[in-house]
């Protein structure tokens, strides 16, 4: 009898080590995207590769952008996007011809770019769509690379928010300035 009871409790150590790691298997490609990821909106991946990609090609161009304002751009993009695709106020004009005429090969990520920043170069989002966008702004769930910084609200137009690096808490401005030095140590014997 004690060899029939202890059967069962095999399958289950079985079935759960087997289910922990499916469980850790799954998990670790949501960790691989998330890694890869410059920046997450409302479930989209941007890529790292795509972020660099469109980096390079505007620096090619001549177009001197940081690699965070592509990914604040990047991330304010779809969002622009669905507000003037409603009213309408906007579409790609001389300014996003102009520039992704001279990108040769432009990926979507950099025709996506050059639209957001064509966009409010543009002033030609109405106060409904400035007012739709920061709705849908609040509203959005938005990751990013820590290499990146972190996303800051802003109450400023144009994209109202920024992505940059904050000073951490733990860093007190004014503070003890005085250099730190090494303990002495006694000769050796």
């Not at 399958?11 to 298997?25: C, E, K, P, Y």
Request: glycine letters at 6%; charged letters at 20%; hydrophobic letters at 45%.
């Amino acid at each position: 009898m004690k060899a029939w009871s202890a059967q069962p409790a095999k399958r289950v150590a079985v079935v759960g080590i087997a289910a922990l790691g499916a469980v850790s298997l799954l998990g670790g490609c949501g960790f691989e995207t998330r890694q890869q990821a410059a920046a997450v909106v409302n479930g989209e991946v941007i890529h790292e590769s795509d972020v660099r990609e469109t980096y390079d090609q505007l620096k090619a161009a001549k177009l001197d952008f940081a690699e965070n304002i592509v990914v604040t751009a990047l991330v304010a993009a779809p969002l622009l996007k669905d507000v003037v695709g409603k009213s309408g106020s906007w579409k790609p004009d001389e300014t996003y011809a102009s520039v992704i005429s001279s990108i040769p090969d432009a990926t979507d990520t950099t025709k996506e770019f050059v639209a957001a920043v064509a966009l409010i170069q543009s002033q030609k989002m109405t106060p409904a769509d400035v007012a739709a966008y920061r709705a849908d702004l609040k509203k959005a769930d938005i990751s990013v690379n820590p290499k990146y910084g972190s996303v800051v609200q802003s109450a400023e137009g144009p994209v109202y928010f920024t992505i940059g690096q904050q000073t951490p808490n733990w860093v007190k401005p004014g503070g003890n300035t005085a250099p730190v030095t090494a303990p002495a140590t006694a000769p050796a014997q």
